[in-house]
């Protein structure tokens, strides 16, 4: 008999470990959230090219319009950077991304036109996402402690 001691069996919750390596939650959560912004970049930027041939007023309003998308891009953006590399306020961002995702998807669903499979997509991008950032493997990830956890490690 050896006397060396064979490794414990790896368990979900050692992917959960603050650690460990990334839970693959966690990286489809940014993946998705990383997604977003990149729309709203593409959106952005087709404002401000529409806006270019637009007269006077709806030049403006283009341009403010399409500033406006690239600005609130960034949310997302940096919120999937900050769960890539598991810091924990990173969560509150793309959580705030997602329930605004939801009234814009309803809005796009509403319409009778094109936008229907825009908002059918945003919104069940939306919701995994929300799914994907709330589970216990996601908070552990990212050091979230649960209401009434922070006197744990005070013992």
Known sequence: MSSEQTPA????DDAADPAGPR???????????ALEGLALVVAGIWMLVLGAG???GDRQQAVAGGVTVLVLALLPLLAARGLMARRSWS????VITQVIA?????SLL??????????IALAVVAVASLVLLVHPATTRALG???????????R
């Open 23 to 33: 839970p693959r939650r966690l990286t489809a959560a940014a993946a998705l959230s």
């Open 102 to 106: 939801l009234p814009v998807a309803y």
């Open 91 to 94: 969560r509150g961002p793309a």
């Open 110 to 119: 509403q319409a009778d036109s094109v936008a229907i499979p825009a908002g």
């Open 9 to 12: 069996p790896r368990t979900t």
């Open 54 to 56: 637009a007269d006077g």
């Open 144 to 154: 979230i402690k649960g209401p009434g956890r922070a006197q744990e490690d005070k």
